[in-house]
């Protein structure tokens, strides 16, 4: 354990050992129905849940990022899963699994942590949304002990099979359900320290085996006993064609990982007033996703709302989360046989809940209602997690999203031109009216405003044509207010100075920030100008223009010099300043 690992356990006392032992109990306690429920809505055996819920306690506290994180599976994972296991089946999910804890691993390696944070709000919000539909929706027959139930990858297929099968609905199911719901959703009201999915599943499961039993599906009738221990040591089958064929499954878990890690994380800041790391969090979750395979687990990330029932117990260190694996490591060692008896229906509504809870609802209609792009971005996004998967969502919402960004961006961008203002000391310049388009042609002056990227270049590269269509000797680019230059703009720019230059003028430039100036520097522009036409200040750069253009006549006023060029020296009315002319284009979608 390196230095890092050590830091978080400093000042570690007896008080806080005692308040870790209560956290990792009762989160040990949550886990285990909610291991249980969301392997088996994954396709897969419910102890793979349990397994992955101890491994990801042990190896994400240890070394993940934060201090108070719970890992284990998750309710995002779900839609995912079920996908793989149904295309490629349960072996390939472990490949897949193994791979994107790789992918995690170097993720943080790499130090990509702080990127995941650059997903828009309106597309995390839609998708996890659109899983918490899925989740609840793929419930719902066995809320009603519906039989004869064939399992679909999609939405549709899955609604179309419980409207088909709906007559087969089980009335000994239903009550079940209904008890353990009304348990989960009373117990925290009423017994606050009590978690309600597991009081809910024991309480409705005693009621079903005493009062009709084998009238309901069971785990065990199910999926078979439940081994009281952990499987043995096992390392996938790993070929070439199985890594290609499993590439795109391992990213897609490795991205939600990601994602859903560092959320719980910010979440867990929140509510404790500290910081997590970002990178050496996704190193912790690569982690524990290489390990966990390779003892039959499923893929594991960051668990929000087990990382707030840690904080809300007073966790005061990682201890808490390798208490809470041990937990369950003891109830499946000890308890493991009775857990076949637990009735499929009493499970359905600890994940309808859970699915409630992570829907984001409230966030969801009110980003709905601001009737903006975000609120676009938020429909397509869900409505494709529903009916197509989350892959397809997420890429499209991005894709959504970086568009949105270029087209707000390329509306901020502005070219104007200006004229000398003999008045203004500072920076000797003011807008130029569109009543008095007579300025020098031999002078010109042009403001740009804005971020310069690929999606506003060409309109750029534009205005400045249109400026300089009278071939000025002087052109002035003020840029004081670009924050931000790419090369794309660099070549549109070099295709200006070169019609200048062509043309006998010179290009001066003034108030050039770093970035940009370092854009130019790397591809020779800097050279091509002349450094010595670089100006910290407008006005110098003016003073500079005035000494080249000096005793030359002005070809606008036909026989004044330039420097008594009235057009230049005359004042302009500040309060037609709105008439400007002004150069602006939008990148549009």
């Known amino acids: 354990m390196g230095r890092a690992s050590l830091g978080r356990f400093s000042g570690y006392s007896v008080e806080a050992l005692r308040k870790d032992l209560l956290a990792g109990l009762i989160v040990g306690i949550v886990a285990i129905p909610l291991s249980m429920a969301f392997a088996i809505a994954s396709g897969v055996k419910p102890e793979y849940g349990i397994y992955s819920t101890i491994i990801a306690g042990i190896f994400i506290s240890i070394f993940g990022g934060s201090r108070y994180q719970i890992g284990g599976p998750t309710g995002a994972f779900i839609p995912i899963l079920l996908g793989i296991v149904m295309v490629y089946g349960y072996e390939n999910l472990l490949i897949a699994g193994f791979m994107a804890g790789i992918l995690l691993a170097l993720m943080g390696v790499f130090r990509l942590g702080s990127l995941i944070k650059f997903i828009p709000r309106p597309v995390t919000v839609g998708f996890t949304s659109g899983i918490a539909v899925i989740i609840f929706s793929g419930q719902i027959g066995n809320f009603l002990g519906l039989s004869g139930m064939e399992r679909h990858e999609d939405f549709i297929s899955s609604m179309g099979e419980i409207l088909l099968h709906l007559h087969s609905f089980n009335l000994y199911s239903v009550g079940t359900a209904l008890l353990s719901l009304l348990l989960i959703v009373a117990t925290p009201r009423l017994f606050p320290k009590m978690p309600g999915p597991l009081v809910g599943l024991i309480v409705s499961s005693v009621v079903a085996n005493l009062f009709f039993p084998e009238k309901i599906a069971t785990i065990g009738s199910t999926f078979g006993e439940i081994a009281s221990g952990l499987p043995a040591f096992h390392f996938p089958m790993l070929t070439?064609?199985?890594?290609?064929?499993?590439?795109?499954?391992?990213?897609?878990?490795?991205?939600?990982?990601?994602?859903?890690?560092?959320?719980?994380?910010?979440?867990?800041?929140?509510?404790?007033?500290?910081?997590?790391?970002?990178?050496?969090?996704?190193?912790?979750?690569?982690?524990?996703?290489?390990?966990?395979?390779?003892?039959?687990?499923?893929?594991?990330?960051?668990?929000?709302?087990?990382?707030?029932?840690?904080?809300?117990?007073?966790?005061?260190?990682?201890?808490?989360?390798?208490?809470?694996?041990?937990?369950?490591?003891?109830?499946?060692?000890?308890?493991?046989?009775?857990?076949?008896?637990?009735?499929?229906?009493?499970?359905?509504?600890?994940?309808?809940?859970?699915?409630?809870?992570?829907?984001?609802?409230?966030?969801?209609?009110?980003?709905?209602?601001?009737?903006?792009?975000?609120?676009?971005?938020?429909?397509?996004?869900?409505?494709?997690?529903?009916?197509?998967?989350?892959?397809?969502?997420?890429?499209?919402?991005?894709?959504?999203?970086?568009?949105?960004?270029?087209?707000?961006?390329?509306?901020?961008?502005?070219?104007?031109?200006?004229?000398?203002?003999?008045?203004?000391?500072?920076?000797?310049?003011?807008?130029?009216?569109?009543?008095?388009?007579?300025?020098?042609?031999?002078?010109?002056?042009?403001?740009?405003?804005?971020?310069?990227?690929?999606?506003?270049?060409?309109?750029?590269?534009?205005?400045?044509?249109?400026?300089?269509?009278?071939?000025?000797?002087?052109?002035?680019?003020?840029?004081?207010?670009?924050?931000?230059l790419d090369t794309t703009v660099d070549q549109h720019l070099a295709g200006i100075v070169h019609h200048v230059h062509s043309n006998g003028g010179i290009v001066l430039i003034s108030g050039m920030q770093e970035q940009p100036r370092a854009v130019l520097q790397k591809t020779g522009l800097v050279e091509e100008i002349g450094e010595q036409h670089f100006f910290e200040h407008t006005g110098d750069a003016i003073d500079f223009a005035l000494t080249k253009l000096d005793n030359k006549k002005c070809i606008g006023c036909k026989h004044f010099a330039f420097q008594e060029c009235t057009l230049l020296s005359s004042p302009i009315r500040e309060s037609r300043a709105d008439q400007e002319e002004t150069h602006t284009a939008t990148a549009s979608h």
């Open 240 to 484: 070439w064609e199985k890594v290609i064929q499993m590439l795109q499954p391992a990213l897609v878990i490795a991205l939600l990982g990601g994602i859903e890690s560092l959320l719980s994380a910010v979440v867990a800041d929140r509510m404790t007033d500290s910081k997590h790391d970002s990178n050496r969090e996704l190193v912790g979750q690569g982690i524990a996703n290489i390990v966990a395979p390779l003892f039959g687990g499923i893929p594991v990330t960051g668990a929000i709302a087990r990382t707030a029932t840690n904080i809300r117990n007073g966790a005061a260190s990682p201890i808490a989360g390798i208490v809470h694996a041990f937990v369950v490591l003891a109830v499946l060692l000890l308890f493991a046989p009775y857990a076949s008896s637990i009735p499929i229906a009493s499970m359905a509504p600890v994940l309808m809940v859970v699915a409630w809870n992570m829907s984001e609802r409230k966030e969801f209609i009110h980003l709905l209602k601001t009737r903006t792009s975000d609120s676009f971005i938020l429909l397509i996004t869900f409505l494709l997690t529903v009916f197509a998967n989350l892959t397809i969502a997420v890429e499209v919402g991005l894709v959504l999203a970086v568009l949105q960004f270029i087209r707000q961006m390329g509306q901020s961008v502005k070219v104007t031109r200006v004229l000398p203002d003999h008045q203004d000391k500072h920076s000797k310049v003011r807008a130029h009216v569109v009543s008095e388009l007579h300025d020098c042609p031999q002078f010109r002056i042009c403001t740009v405003e804005g971020p310069l990227f690929f999606g506003v270049a060409k309109m750029f590269g534009s205005s400045l044509i249109d400026s300089i269509d009278h071939r000025p000797k002087v052109l002035l680019l003020r840029m004081g207010k670009v924050p931000y």
